[in-house]
């Protein structure tokens, strides 16, 4: 029996605006240096290179199925194989140690996008999706799982861009430096925190909150209380990502999934999530 860690499920979303200005603002260059890799997600597949070149990565998430779907992108001790991974997951509860996060572009609806840049070590990934479709099974049982290759480059790589906003995440918190405001931001994701730890980015609907969602998450009744807008997903600690994303006027919720290491809770039940408001 496969079991939830996340409990983002496939009901229909409305997808995020993204490519398009506000006030004047186009998005985020691409980062000087990066290796820029189209993913485009559907019911249930990734198409994604088989192999990447190590160093600064800047992952292009397009959602083209009608579920919302992310990117989990983890590298593999020497000699684990995608059977391994399957099992593990299947297992439920925290990944095992053997399984090292290395970030990626969180869910987005039928139609969104949602961008990522992480830094790529070379060995051995497994991408996979762990959103839960409306049947209950959770997409990576479905066949959404895929292995790739990191292999060495020969220059050293570039570092993680600039960003205008930094995003801290920790046991069992989430600050900004500073409040973000309408337009595009380019965010730097940073793990504080001695556990992994993910940005589930969402526009609340009118008059819902971030408990709203997990509720929603958890019992599934109703249409979702959000919009999806990306963010990131498994950091280790002390990694970090950028992300690049828009924001509309609205509240915004932030809410962390992963299973702690010590019971095995998913993190919102220690109180990680909150929410802000962009005028």
Same mark, same amino acid.
């Given at each position: 029996?496969? !079991?939830? $860690?996340?409990?983002?499920?496939?009901?229909?979303?409305?997808?995020?605006?993204?490519?398009?200005?506000?006030?004047?603002?186009?998005?985020?260059?691409?980062?000087?240096?990066?290796?820029?890799?189209?993913?485009?997600?559907?019911?249930?597949?990734?198409?994604?290179?088989?192999?990447?070149?190590?160093?600064?990565?800047?992952?292009?998430?397009?959602?083209?199925?009608?579920?919302?779907?992310?990117?989990?992108?983890?590298?593999?001790?020497?000699?684990?194989?995608?059977?391994?991974?399957? =099992?593990?997951?299947?297992?439920?509860?925290?990944?095992?140690?053997?399984?090292?996060?290395?970030? /990626?572009?969180?869910?987005?609806?039928?139609?969104?996008?949602?961008? =990522?840049?992480?830094?790529?070590?070379?060995?051995?990934?497994?991408?996979?999706?762990?959103?839960?479709?409306?049947?209950?099974?959770? #997409?990576?049982?479905?066949?959404?799982?895929?292995?790739?290759?990191? !292999?060495?480059?020969?220059?050293?790589?570039?570092?993680?861009?600039?960003?205008?906003?930094?995003?801290?995440? $920790?046991?069992?918190?989430?600050?900004?430096?500073?409040?973000?405001?309408? *337009?595009?931001?380019?965010? =730097?994701? #940073?793990?504080?925190?001695?556990? $992994?730890?993910?940005?589930?980015?969402?526009?609340?609907?009118?008059?819902?909150?971030? $408990?709203?969602?997990? !509720?929603?998450?958890?019992?599934?009744?109703?249409?979702?209380?959000?919009?999806?807008?990306?963010? !990131?997903?498994?950091?280790?600690? *002390?990694?970090?990502?950028?992300?690049?994303?828009?924001?509309?006027? /609205?509240?915004?919720?932030? &809410?962390?999934? &992963?299973?702690?290491?010590?019971?095995?809770?998913?993190?919102?039940?220690?109180?990680?999530?909150?929410?802000?408001?962009?005028?």
């Amino acid at each position: 029996m496969v !079991t939830a $860690r996340r409990g983002l499920l496939a009901v229909a979303l409305a997808p995020v605006a993204f490519g398009r200005t506000v006030e004047g603002q186009a998005p985020p260059a691409v980062p000087i240096g990066a290796h820029v890799v189209p993913v485009v997600t559907h019911e249930f597949a990734f198409t994604l290179p088989d192999s990447l070149p190590a160093g600064l990565t800047t992952f292009r998430l397009r959602n083209e199925g009608r579920q919302p779907h992310h990117l989990m992108l983890y590298r593999l001790d020497p000699g684990k194989r995608l059977g391994d991974v399957l =099992a593990a997951l299947s297992a439920g509860g925290a990944h095992p140690a053997w399984m090292h996060a290395a970030g /990626g572009p969180n869910a987005v609806p039928h139609g969104g996008q949602s961008v =990522a840049t992480v830094l790529l070590t070379p060995g051995r990934y497994v991408a996979f999706c762990h959103v839960k479709s409306p049947d209950q099974v959770i #997409h990576f049982a479905k066949g959404m799982l895929k292995s790739l290759t990191v !292999t060495a480059g020969n220059t050293p790589p570039a570092p993680l861009p600039a960003a205008d906003l930094t995003l801290t995440l $920790r046991e069992y918190a989430f600050s900004f430096s500073r409040p973000p405001t309408r *337009g595009w931001h380019r965010i =730097a994701v #940073h793990n504080a925190g001695t556990q $992994r730890h993910e940005v589930i980015l969402s526009l609340l609907a009118p008059g819902k909150t971030s $408990r709203d969602f997990i !509720t929603w998450m958890n019992t599934q009744h109703g249409p979702p209380p959000v919009t999806g807008a990306g963010g !990131t997903t498994d950091l280790p600690a *002390g990694g970090t990502a950028v992300i690049d994303v828009l924001l509309q006027p /609205g509240s915004y919720s932030l &809410v962390c999934r &992963v299973r702690d290491e010590r019971d095995g809770r998913p993190h919102d039940e220690h109180g990680m999530s909150t929410q802000f408001v962009v005028r």
